[in-house]
């Protein structure tokens, strides 16, 4: 199992222009991710101990204490992933 | 009057926690909750009636078969259809839409023809006429809408004509909650000898209807977005029209009497009475009751109560976001034309950046294009996130979606 697969239950390509790439974490595992996500991504500002505005590698994102995370002006799900596995290793 | 909080109380779902809060659904125009009502009802007929109706002569298949005939009854009242051979259950709107395009369409539009569409309709209004006319050969045309989101009442009328068979119209947009007097443009079609295909899935659910009244063709609605299970809708259709179409699927229930004819090798076919001969197969029986059910509880309710109710939040709701000072509001500005639906966006957010920031605060909204991406072309909007009500929501829960898009603002 990739590391990607092994913290994310599903990638959503939202609807919109924007085409946002929504990135919904395993819920047992989705602590462990974002404790992860935040050792390495710059974070940029907190919202009520809850939103994470952060930055790696010039992309832009949020991340929820919920498990859920939003990227955004990404070429794709393949770069993505690719982030993703930069974050999650 | 409308009791919110016995409303409330029949919902098992709204006592619940998301994210350590109390769950505020504002996503009512993609699907409502359900009341313990209808869960109870489809429980019910699964622990105590469930057989195949139609179908068999024994006591459980009868009682499966009243009371899914009951349920067409209930449903055409609903809507003051003449009766239950008007009334087709099918799985939703989508699939009612369906329905008339490859039932009627297929067979009755040629080349020549044109199917009058409206810009903001849902995608299930579009794209039905869009794959037809490929087979066909006929013409979509588009009638325009106005900057604020409501039809041009006026581009309509300049682009039908006597080579117009149809039109195709949202009954309230699923977007902006823009209401269309369908009424007026069911008029202006009879004149050219077009029939009118009313999307309801936004209004039955949350307004009083009267298909006679309407004296519209067709009227499709969804039973899941009016506290019915998923996987039930209705078609209403008038019966004269209904008789001269074809089938839609074939197969059991929908057919009276396949006979094999040795000599040509064939089999001949009867159709089945309506609304039968629309429902093929075994149908969702279970779904049906559970609609039935839904009905019950709403005309219990009152239609005019719901709607004065909804006119309210809406109304309290478009105040109250006026002191969000990032928000944008869009849609019509004269709270008329419009029922209980707010598409808005958030400065510097995108519309799923809204929806799940609300979300981590237990505030369930939609994002996006809500099938409906024509009209967030036409209104210059890359998506946005929508607020939708019904019964069951409050001014306080309003109050609440207030107070954390302001503490978003700020941070």
Redo the contacts between chains.
């Keep these: 199992m990739s590391v990607v697969d092994n913290y994310v239950a599903r990638i959503d390509e939202?609807?919109?222009?924007?085409k946002?790439l929504?990135v919904i974490f395993k819920y047992d595992k989705k602590d462990e991710a974002i404790k992860k996500i935040l050792e390495k991504a710059k974070r940029e500002?907190t919202?009520?101990v809850?939103?994470f505005e952060l930055t790696f590698r010039n992309t832009s994102f949020?991340v929820?204490?919920?498990g859920?995370a939003?990227f955004?002006k990404l070429k794709g799900k393949d770069e993505l992933r690719s982030i993703l596995t930069e974050l999650l290793s | 009057m409308l009791d919110v909080d016995k409303i409330r109380e029949d919902f098992p779902i709204l006592k619940r926690k998301i994210n350590g809060y109390p769950l505020i659904y504002f996503d009512n125009a993609a699907t409502s909750q359900k009341p313990i009502q209808v869960i109870s009802a489809v429980t019910e007929f699964y622990e105590h009636h469930n057989a195949n109706i139609h179908r068999a002569v024994y006591t459980l298949s009868q009682e499966a078969s009243e009371l899914y005939e009951k349920a067409h009854e209930e449903v055409a009242s609903f809507i003051n259809a003449k009766g239950i051979e008007e009334t087709i259950f099918v799985r939703g709107t989508t699939e009612a839409i369906n329905l008339v395009a490859y039932a009627w369409g297929l067979h009755k539009l040629r080349k020549e023809d044109e199917v009058l569409v409206t810009l903001m309709e849902h995608h299930s209004n579009i794209v039905p006429w869009e794959n037809l006319s490929k087979i066909r050969g006929f013409r979509v045309k588009y009638a325009r809408i106005r900057e604020d989101g409501t039809l041009d009442y006026q581009s309509l009328e300049d682009m039908i004509s006597k080579k117009t068979k149809l039109v195709c119209v949202s009954h309230v947009s699923n977007v902006t909650g823009v209401v269309n007097d369908v009424k007026k443009i069911a008029k202006l079609a009879h004149e050219f000898d077009a029939l009118v295909l009313v999307d309801g899935a936004q209004s039955a659910p949350h307004m009083p209807v009267d298909v006679k009244d309407l004296s519209v063709d067709f009227f499709a609605f969804s039973g899941h977005k009016m506290l019915a299970p998923t996987g039930i809708g209705v078609l209403y259709g008038k019966r004269e029209l209904l008789e001269k179409m074809e089938p839609f699927h074939g197969g059991g229930e929908m057919i009276r009497e396949v006979s094999y004819d040795s000599a040509r090798d064939r089999c001949s076919i009867s159709w089945n009475e309506l609304p039968w001969k629309f429902e093929a197969g075994t149908p969702n029986s279970c779904g049906g009751i559970g609609l039935m059910e839904a009905v019950r509880y709403l005309k219990n309710i009152g239609m005019d109560n719901v709607v004065s109710y909804e006119k309210e939040l809406t109304d309290y709701a478009a105040d109250r976001l006026k002191e969000c000072k990032k928000v944008t509001v869009f849609g019509p500005k004269n709270p008329k034309v419009k029922c209980g639906i707010i598409p808005l966006n958030v400065e510097g957010m995108s519309s799923h950046d809204v929806a799940l920031l609300l979300d981590s605060y237990g505030i369930m909204l939609r994002s996006g294009f809500h099938c409906a991406q024509p009209l967030h072309q036409l209104i210059g909007l890359k998506s946005s996130a929508r607020a939708s009500f019904y019964i069951y929501n409050t001014k306080a829960e309003i109050d609440r979606l207030i107070t954390v898009l302001q503490e978003i603002e700020q941070a």
């Design positions: 939202a609807c919109g222009e924007e946002d929504i500002k919202v009520s809850m939103i949020r929820y204490a919920t859920k939003i955004r």
